[in-house]
């Protein structure tokens, strides 16, 4: 059968491929061999083969092996010139309205699969290493795509990314592969393609079909597409052997390196933005990452590019921007996106997509930057116990690359991470402690609160009011959690559990964002944080001030004015599995498949995971009714997204109502032995100096730290013991043993151009680094803000003597 469909193949060739020289092994041009973009095509074809100077593992050798049984498949099922699809799965009409609507994926796939055939043609270790009959199948494949889908003058039905991002890629990369091997006019033809498609290296939607597409009118590239864009032209330009655009493209590239003040890219504070207000470091940052540092090591290749080093900006940024929220080779889930309801879009999983773009800097970083990368690396893959990082090669170089890193005795791994991290143009914060970490995700008028598109994520409503992320040693948390969890009911945030439509209340895009939470930020002195969100609902049913306040055994969670008496804030909803301790007040609450306990007091409530050394310790600072429920539930990856794949599990709900109290206060202790939570409760190292409508304030005794959340505005002054506010703002102040004071002051609403607060007794600078500190006639200090967009600013006082 194979030896019929080989004939096939090389007879319909020979037919339509009129004076091409059909012995495929050899070099078209002579062109080719002396090219200077020659040597770069050799570069870029690296990315997907195993170095043969660097060992190959077992494991990169079974993946090389899965992937030859995969095309082996392919290869006996491919259907010899259809028009309607290379393979029965995955066809290709436009009979009806939904046939196009679909076409685009169903194309992009198909290319996927050639490029994975060619990736496998290709692999000296691969069982089809240069087999003629998968060359000439991927070519036969390459001919009826062009001929009647992926051509000049052809509509872009559906999804604009597809065709224009997805497939043009994909292509090129099948046609770098495998250019010494392929007929000219498919190159060339391929190049007019990709022109008609994808003619700028700057703008996206340019070509005639666009407007048949999601995206009819030509519009800017920004961040990863800007990225991907760019690819597009850049790789063109190798098999066009065109230097000029090469440098186009390269140059098209160095916007997304700049930082910006609105829309997408990255932000001076480490944050990352795409579709205009979304929290995406983790996603589309990471295309942007992955894509640009293939291309750099293009650049870094290419002797005769005048000035590589313009883009080594990237390196601080992977540093500030990446990996803060890595943990234990997770990707934190609140810079994901849409991504959470998809399988393969998992915190691990696309935690290991984030270190494997990583490695793709490591040998053209500077060498202080390279170590730090090495030290990050190291420490994320061998942290990870839940998912092996080496058990799915992306990129197999970089695979390569990585076992090198862990297996390099001189390359330190950093377990002890003392870490705080407030990203305000993102409305994100981050709490790093040597085993756990703490985050938290906020909307305002500025940032977006989630994304339901294209079918996913269509149950992600409460995911930025203010949410609390928990990492500890329970690595399998997060993952299968997004399918099954209650989405009314997630940990720190406060909602009604009125029933709501699927991807209801997105308050995303300009004119659409939540414009009555102005108040969404915090403050940050020597990693230690604290975080205000003035918190209002979708549909403006609902408000509450809400603060939390991070050290390094505990963080404290303050809430007031909570507007509507049906509302409840939900103190923990965590996945637990069947050897589970749960003790409530300090009694162990039975192992029931299920239970449900209304607690009139409820004081304190333990968690402990299979794999946590101490339990999760909730201690409610104020009387508070509650619910503990043990809940479990089945689901499917359908419920939220485009995905089907059955889940289950068991989850504790912990509840505080509101129908009698209007606020709560409760410290949670993520990691603590039974020892050190006694005396913290008998010796109460945290004072609550107000929890209302004018301020959240404590002062945490053993470290000589107070933290305030100011909220009125100007015209209302604000006094808690020695400080007094004459605005909005937030502050943190730590007292040292001879007197001075360290500051730490931000504006959270990012509207003022200064804050003023008075201290008592009077103080006088004595540390300012930027001059932003004044001192007014009426005693007040003054700091100057207009530029810092919500970011703390620092600095020390001395009493005046």
């Not at 193949?9 to 041009?29: F, H, M, N, R």
């Not at 970089?398 to 001189?410: G, K």
């Not at 390359?411 to 991290?421: A, F, K, P, S």
């Not at 043990?630 to 689901?635: L, N, S, Y």
Request: proline letters at 4%; glycine letters at 6%.
């Amino acid at each position: 059968m194979k030896n019929a469909v080989l004939s096939v193949i090389a007879i319909t060739l020979i037919t339509t491929i009129s004076g091409c020289d059909l012995k495929v092994s050899e070099p078209k041009t002579p062109q080719e061999t002396t090219s200077d973009l020659s040597s770069l095509r050799t570069v870029w074809s690296s990315n997907y083969l195993a170095d043969p100077t660097l060992p190959i593992d077992d494991q990169l050798k079974k993946s090389i092996q899965l992937l030859s049984d995969d095309v082996s498949i392919w290869l006996s099922r491919y259907q010899t010139q259809s028009q309607h699809g290379l393979w029965l799965d995955l066809p290709l009409k436009t009979d009806s309205e939904e046939d196009k609507t679909k076409i685009g994926d169903q194309l992009y796939k198909t290319y996927q699969r050639l490029f994975k055939m060619a990736q496998s043609y290709s692999l000296t270790d691969s069982d089809l290493y240069q087999n003629e009959e998968l060359l000439l199948t991927i070519i036969d494949g390459l001919e009826t795509l062009n001929k009647h889908y992926y051509k000049e003058g052809a509509l872009e039905w559906g999804n604009w990314w597809h065709w224009q991002l997805g497939i043009s890629r994909s292509a090129n990369n099948i046609l770098v592969l495998l250019y010494p091997k392929l007929p000219e006019h498919i190159i060339a033809n391929y190049i007019s393609a990709t022109k008609y498609f994808v003619p700028s290296p700057t703008h996206l939607s340019q070509g005639e079909g666009a407007h048949a597409s999601t995206a009819p009118k030509p519009f800017e590239s920004t961040g990863a597409n800007r990225v991907h864009n760019a690819q597009v032209v850049l790789i063109r330009s190798l098999l066009n052997n065109d230097q000029k655009s090469f440098i186009e493209a390269v140059e098209a590239l160095e916007p997304v390196l700049e930082y910006v003040s609105k829309g997408d890219g990255f932000y001076e504070d480490g944050s990352f933005i795409q579709h205009t207000d979304l929290p995406y470091t983790g996603t589309y940052g990471n295309e942007l990452l992955s894509g640009l540092g293939g291309i750099l090591n293009l650049v870094h290749s290419a002797d005769w590019y005048p000035s590589p080093d313009k883009f080594n900006a990237i390196y601080p940024l992977i540093l500030d921007s990446f990996s803060p929220f890595l943990v234990k080779g997770q990707m934190m889930d609140l810079v994901n996106g849409r991504a959470i309801s998809r399988p393969l879009g998992q915190s691990h999983k696309i935690g290991h997509s984030i270190l494997d773009s990583m490695l793709f800097y490591v040998e053209s970083a500077p060498n202080d930057i390279r170590q730090q990368l090495k030290t990050t690396l190291k420490t994320h893959i061998q942290g990870d116990h839940f998912l092996n990082f080496f058990s799915n090669p992306r990129y197999m170089r970089n695979h390569q690359l990585a076992l090198q890193i862990v297996n390099d005795s001189n390359v330190d791994t950093n377990n002890q991470r003392i870490e705080h991290h407030q990203f305000p143009s993102m409305d994100r914060v981050i709490h790093h402690r040597p085993d756990w970490s703490f985050a938290i995700a906020m909307h305002s008028y500025r940032v977006g609160n989630y994304e339901c598109m294209n079918g996913e994520n269509l149950r992600g409503w409460h995911t930025a009011d203010g949410m609390n992320y928990l990492y500890n040693q329970q690595l399998d948390h997060y993952t299968d959690y997004w399918p099954i969890v209650n989405a009314y009911k997630l940990p720190g945030t406060t909602a009604t559990d009125i029933l709501r439509a699927e991807c209801t209340g997105q308050l995303t895009g300009n004119n659409k964002r939540q414009t009555e939470i102005v108040w969404a930020g915090g403050s940050a002195l020597n990693q230690y944080g604290v975080v205000g969100f003035d918190f209002t609902n979708w549909d403006n049913t609902l408000s509450a001030k809400k603060s939390w306040f991070m050290f390094d055994n505990e963080i404290i969670a303050l809430g007031s004015n909570i507007s509507n008496n049906t509302a409840f804030t939900v103190l923990e909803n965590r996945k637990i599995n069947h050897d589970s301790v749960i003790t409530l007040n300090e009694k162990p609450l039975g192992s029931a498949e299920g239970f449900n306990n209304y607690v009139e007091d409820l004081q304190r409530l333990d968690i402990t995971v299979d794999g946590q050394v101490n339990p999760i310790t909730y201690l409610l600072l104020e009387s508070h009714n509650a619910e503990i429920n043990k809940v479990c539930t089945q689901g499917n990856y359908s419920d939220i997204g485009t995905s089907n794949l059955s889940v289950d599990g068991c989850f504790i709900e912990a509840i505080l109502k509101h129908d009698l109290k209007n606020s709560y206060q409760y410290a949670l202790l993520p990691n603590s032995a039974e020892e050190f939570v006694a005396t913290w409760v008998n010796e109460s190292p945290v004072s609550i100096l107000r929890n209302d409508e004018y301020a959240h304030a404590l002062q945490h005794k053993s470290l000589s730290i107070s933290g305030y959340n100011f909220w009125q505005p100007s015209r209302v002054e604000s006094r808690i013991g020695t400080v007094t506010s004459k605005q909005p703002m937030s502050l943190m102040i730590k007292e040292h043993k001879d007197g001075k004071l360290s500051l730490a002051v931000s504006d959270p609403t990012q509207r003022a151009s200064q804050v003023r607060f008075t201290l008592q007794p009077h103080y006088k600078v004595e540390s300012d680094l930027e001059n932003r500190v004044s001192f007014n006639s009426d005693g007040s200090i003054s700091v100057n803000t207009s530029d810092l967009r919500g970011s703390s600013y620092q600095f020390s006082l001395n009493k005046d003597v």
